[in-house]
């Protein structure tokens, strides 16, 4: 999708700036923060618009529904990841786990990518 090449043309950007979230994000806060990173104008995944769907408990996926920007949307977008309940089972704990800030920064960067690349605009 075209948000997954944005997201590939800023990556040293988005890898310099991801101090700005935290030492501690979540999948929302980094998706959140990639549809900053990328904000272009009018239907586009408004990054003040994300929903989640959260069935699981230890573990399981994460929905993530996206409207567009504007007035009243009507366009959404989704996305998801599948969650777990320790570093070894959730990407994002395994990430955040005895990493340096290089490491960590560039494997952030590929979580958030792959979040773009599979998103999909809902039709009908």
Same mark, same amino acid.
């Given at each position: 999708?075209?948000? =997954? ?5 800023? #990556? ?31 239907? /586009? ?15 399981? /996926?994460?929905?993530?529904?996206? =409207? ?22 959730? /990407? ?11 490491? #960590? ?20």
């Amino acid at each position: 999708m075209e948000f =997954a090449n944005l997201i590939v043309e800023k #990556r040293q950007e988005i890898i310099d700036n991801l101090h700005s979230i935290g030492n501690y994000p979540t999948y929302q806060d980094l998706l959140e923060f990639g549809l900053r990173v990328i904000n272009t104008p009018y239907e /586009t995944p408004d990054p003040g618009r994300v929903h989640v769907i959260n069935d699981g408990d230890y573990q399981g /996926t994460l929905v993530f529904i996206i =409207a567009e920007q504007g007035y009243q949307p009507s366009g959404y977008y989704y996305t998801s990841v599948y969650y777990g309940s320790c570093s070894y089972c959730d /990407t994002l704990q395994g990430v955040l786990e005895n990493k340096d800030k290089v490491t #960590r920064n560039k494997e952030l960067y590929t979580l958030i990518l792959h979040m773009f690349q599979n998103m999909h605009k809902m039709e009908g």
